[in-house]
Structures are given as C-alpha cells and as structure tokens.
C-alpha cells in the first residue's frame, strides 16, 4: 500500500465514526442519484469506495455485488445499510489500486461514486488499470467525481470549502479523473453527464 493510501486509511478509520452526519447536507442531493445511475447495474459488480454503504440499497436482486473500500471503519459502517440491500453483498477492505485478489475479467460492471476526488493523481492510473483488469471485455463502468466549477460563484463557494473537504475527506476539486480514464488505453468513454452545474461529473464507458 502506498504512503498515500496509508494516509487515506488512517484518515477515514477517525471520519468514519462520523462521516455521515457530516456529509448530509451533500447526501440530500446524491440520493436522489443512486437510484437512477445504479438502476440498469446487473450481473457481477465491484464496488470501488463503497464507504458507508449509501449505494447498496438502490443495487437490484440481479446484482452479485463485490462492495471494497480503504478503510475497515467505513465498511463497519456500511454493514448497518447491507440489511437494506435487495442482493447479495460481499463486503472487503482492498486497495482499489491492487485488486490482485480479484482473477482478470469478473465482474460486468465497476461503480465508484466520489472516490477518485479523494484519490491523488498519481495514484489514479493504477486504480483504473485495475478496473479495466478486473472488467469483462465488454464491461461497463460508471464513476461520479466532483470538479472545480467554471462559474464564478459556484467555484467561490467551493474554494471556501475546499480546505475543510481536503482536511476531512481528502478529497480535492482539481482532480484530473476524465483524463486519466482517457488515457487507459483498454477503457473507452462512452459518455459524460454533469448532473448538477458543471461540478457534479458522472463518466460512463466500458472496457474493449
């Protein structure tokens, strides 16, 4: 694990006692999400970032979902959502950087929502190249990220957040995430959506 990673974990294992009481007021708005990103996800499913479990509820009883994350404090707590889940979840803690527990082409889909905001730039590539390992030929992806906005009062408003998000979350508005998906060369693009403003990006592709 990287000296980032170990970083990430330690940070997560202390805002997973509270982190959803702090991340509410945003939680009001992703819910309204999960159900329609997650509601055509079938077949085998990994999870990159499952955090504290928001997701699971909206997966349907078709899905054999894989749910990792980081930190063994934020799969503690997304044990409590796992009774609301309709299928069948397996929850580990893994490196979403080595999945090497994971054999080439399982899963028919990968899902991560606001993970590689949190995830340092250099880091990115291997965590997609192990996507794109892990994904049958043909398999889809979809990631949500968060990014600077280029309106000026939006992007105000998260310059003023952007030290608490990072001290918290580790998270940062400047994250290069379409690009470096871009840049695996076994993963295709298929589609990008900003579903709030131009800050709240939802990347969509498969692997060839």
Request: hydrophobic content about 40%; glycine content about 6%; some cysteine.
């Amino acid at each position: 694990m990287t000296h980032e990673n170990q970083g990430l974990r330690a940070k997560y294992q202390k805002t997973s006692w509270f982190y959803d009481l702090l991340d509410y007021p945003w939680e009001r708005q992703y819910r309204k999400w999960r159900p329609e990103i997650l509601k055509d996800v079938n077949g085998w499913v990994l999870e990159a970032g499952v955090g504290t479990g928001h997701n699971l509820r909206h997966y349907s009883q078709s899905v054999n979902l894989t749910a990792i994350d980081l930190s063994s404090g934020m799969l503690g707590q997304a044990r409590k959502r796992v009774r609301e889940a309709q299928c069948r979840v397996d929850l580990q803690e893994a490196d979403a950087t080595n999945l090497s527990r994971f054999a080439d082409g399982i899963f028919d889909w990968t899902i991560s929502t606001f993970m590689y905001c949190v995830m340092p730039d250099r880091l990115q590539p291997l965590a997609l190249k192990e996507m794109s390992r892990v994904l049958k030929p043909g398999g889809r992806f979809r990631l949500i990220e968060i990014l600077y906005s280029k309106k000026p009062a939006l992007r105000a408003r998260q310059k003023l957040l952007a030290p608490f998000v990072e001290f918290v979350y580790g998270a940062r508005f400047d994250r290069k995430t379409l690009d470096h998906v871009r840049s695996i060369q076994s993963l295709k693009v298929t589609r990008t959506t900003y579903l709030k403003a131009d800050a709240y990006l939802l990347i969509e592709g498969q692997r060839i």
